[in-house]
């Protein structure tokens, strides 16, 4: 993964986009340069609404009537929204890591009939936003009903409940942190200022990583931080993702990727560090199989790796991206493999044939950075690094797909465990906020009224 001093935390996916205000001297906008040094204005869209009233929300009665789903005052820009759109798709870049040729990856591209709409637009609020503390790292929300959310936002892991339309900080990480679990031989230590740079939440368990090398655990329904440490000390030591499993036998296991190139396994219990494994480059991107078994391994490399969750050992290589991985998921049964690149596509791998991908599905205008499936398997969403999240519907073998088109960077996606909803983080200061979307019920009594 690219490294590059961050020294201040909030929003630092802005000193790389550099989204520069929202009218320049031709009253177009200009979008997606390259430069990272230039600090340029935070957000496109100026508001002078306050941002702590819940009147910046919207809901889907409001969108019903016309009014934006992120609550841009179109009717007082210069341009309309379709107008800035195709602006932006034609002056986005994309951050490439190699340089290989893709004139043929087009080709490849499974053939998707969009305009499917599989999730409706429910709410949207601005009483909090995500931040992203490295561009390439976007797995920072996880939803662990249809109702609670988290989130991370600036020092903090924010709780929104969907349902009271409240938020509540879980942690601060600014100041110090004392883990609360006090076992013999432990590696736990007091931590503070985090950059939180990645996060999970699985079996009432938070696990967050750090921006230089931390790892952070805290069971849900007890107080205080259970374990935290620096599992990494190297300056080039941030760690890229975590994950919570459980191994055939049942026991809860929590792995870390980090940019040293080393993958950790802890104990879900006492926390202590059971095995490391090493690979050939920074592992951006880690996830254990449904049983348990194996561990899709991503990286600074176009090759993604399967590998045996016990002994680390590479028992397949993943041939067909053109650049870095950065996000992978697996398919509830198992057999199917999502890993997301740089190169602008996801691709899907049957593991009980890996000689080629089955499937590549191909983004709008930016890099795969966020994956996940539904619980049921149904539906697959996958989240570029700005302004587009796609649904695939699994069962017409991913070829009827629902873009949902918003401005903003995004800062991570989840699914409900019971996949009735859809979160969006959206990383904006000014429209940065929470997008909820509701699963349709074709069955039920209020769609057969309606």
Known sequence: M???????????????????DFEDENDSPRIGSSSMDDDSADSDFEDDFELNNPMTDTSALEVKKGKDIQGIPWERLNFTREEYRESRLKQYKNYESLSLCREDLEKECKKVEKGHNFYDFQFNTRLVKSTIVHFQLRNLLW?????????????????WSSMLRKSKEVINVAKPIVPTLDSPGSLAQTLSRVQISTMT?????????????????????????????????????ITNSVDVYHNPSGAMRVITANNDAQVRVLDGGNFSCLNRFTFPWSVNNISASPDGKLLA???DSPECLLADA??????????????YSFAS??????????????????????????????????GRMGAIRALRFTSDGRFLAM???????????????????????????????SFSPDADALFVGVSDRTYGSLLEFNRKSYDSYLSCIF
């Open 297 to 299: 391994v991503l990286g």
């Open 2 to 20: 690219e490294q590059f001093p961050n020294h201040e935390l909030e929003y630092a996916v802005d000193d790389y986009y550099d989204i520069t």
């Open 383 to 413: 989240a570029e690094p700005a302004d587009f999240v796609h649904v695939f519907d699994t069962r017409s073998d991913y070829a009827a797909g629902q873009e949902i088109d918003l401005f903003g960077e995004i800062a991570g996606i």
């Open 143 to 159: 939803a662990t009903s249809k109702h609670d959310v988290y989130l991370t936002q600036n020092y903090s892991v924010m709780h």
């Open 329 to 362: 998921a697996w398919h509830p049964d198992g057999n199917i493999l999502a890993t997301g690149n740089q190169d602008t596509t996801c691709r899907l791998w049957d593991i009980r044939n890996l000689s080629e991908s089955v499937h590549v599905l191909k």
């Open 201 to 237: 939440v699985k079996d009432n368990l938070m696990v967050a990583g750090g921006f230089q090398g931390e790892v952070m655990c805290k069971y849900l329904n007890q107080p205080g931080v259970a374990f935290c440490t620096k599992v990494a000390t190297d300056e080039n030591a």
């Open 310 to 323: 016990q002994s680390g050992k590479v028992v397949s290589n993943l041939k067909g991206h053109l650049d």
